[in-house]
């Protein structure tokens, strides 16, 4: 009985310990629609993201959108097919604060659609890969960003962002 249960330990202990830990930011209620034919048509673009934090005049919310936590930084990201959306929170994991947001490292001149491939905490430094959809450290941290999932809505090219 005692060797049974110091291997039952053993084996709990050998897969509890992993060098990924997912993302420690709070659960904030996310709705969000995306209309590529409209407001939100340069996500076509294969790498191109959209920060968004709240209603802006470029961009104005409707009644239902939810934010998240610190905002939500969507991509269209590398894929099998032409719009592969993937969105997370836009609050570092690390430092776990609304206020404090990762900042897409953009690949293109000011006057081009913006594309990343990372994206860099400005307070730690942390780097986060963003357009594999999977929101994984690359430097800096072994937090992953928080998630969300994108759901393609019936008709159109529009696409919800929800937790």
Avoid: W
């Avoid at 992993?18 to 969000?32: F, H, K, Q, R, T």
């Avoid at 032409?82 to 206020?99: G, K, M, R, S, T």
């Amino acid at each position: 009985m005692k060797k049974t249960l110091c291997l039952i330990v053993c084996i709990c202990l050998t897969f509890s310990c992993d060098d990924e830990i997912y993302s420690n930011i709070p659960n904030a209620e996310v709705n969000l629609l995306l209309d590529l034919d409209f407001k939100d048509k340069n996500l076509v673009v294969n790498q191109a993201y959209e920060a968004i934090i709240g209603s802006t005049p470029e961009r104005p919310a409707y009644a239902l959108d939810r934010f998240g936590y610190g905002g939500i930084l969507v991509i269209n990201g590398l894929g099998v097919d032409v719009i592969n959306l993937f969105a997370y929170d836009l609050a570092c994991p690390v430092e776990a604060a609304q206020n404090v947001r990762v900042v897409p490292d953009n690949r293109t001149p000011e006057s081009s659609i913006a594309t990343a491939h990372t994206a860099t905490c400005p307070k730690c430094g942390a780097v986060y890969n963003i357009y594999n959809g999977l929101g994984n450290p690359q430097s800096g941290t072994k937090f992953y960003l928080r998630s969300y999932r994108v759901m393609e809505e019936s008709g159109g090219r529009q696409y919800r962002v929800i937790n």
